[in-house]
């Protein structure tokens, strides 16, 4: 296998691991762009977590509603079709905003619990 496949593969290998984190994510919960990088095995990779989540085709399934900043805030600018989108995603799956942010002392998923 020449070394360019051999790169291709592995990009998918890592997008197939972030993909599988994002789709364990439990309905009422969030998680951070690092915290999906560390658990797919990809430290300091969380702008990779938004990377991959940014190419995903529009009825992909996956739920990348639940995945946010590490300050608890919606990643797209305030007030953009994104922005909402997912702000009303996550209000329908119960997640309160205190000041457009996300408490994620409250909110935030801890897989070794969903386990």
């Known amino acids: 296998m020449n070394k360019c496949r051999l790169e291709q593969r592995m990009e998918v290998s890592k997008h197939a691991r972030i993909w599988q984190v994002v789709s364990m ?9 690092g915290q999906v990088a560390r658990m797919a095995g990809l430290k300091n990779h969380s702008r990779m977590v938004g990377s991959v989540l940014s190419q995903l ?4 399934g996956l ?6 900043n590490s300050k608890g805030r919606i990643s797209f600018p305030q007030s953009s079709p994104q922005y909402n989108k997912q ?8 997640i309160k905003f205190i000041a457009d942010k996300v ?5 935030q998923w801890h897989a070794e619990e969903s386990a």
């Open 25 to 33: 994510i439990p309905t009422g919960k969030v998680a951070t762009y």
């Open 57 to 60: 085709p529009p009825h992909s």
């Open 63 to 68: 739920p990348w509603h639940r995945v946010i």
């Open 87 to 94: 702000k009303q995603l996550l209000l329908a799956e119960g």
């Open 103 to 107: 408490p994620l002392s409250s909110y």
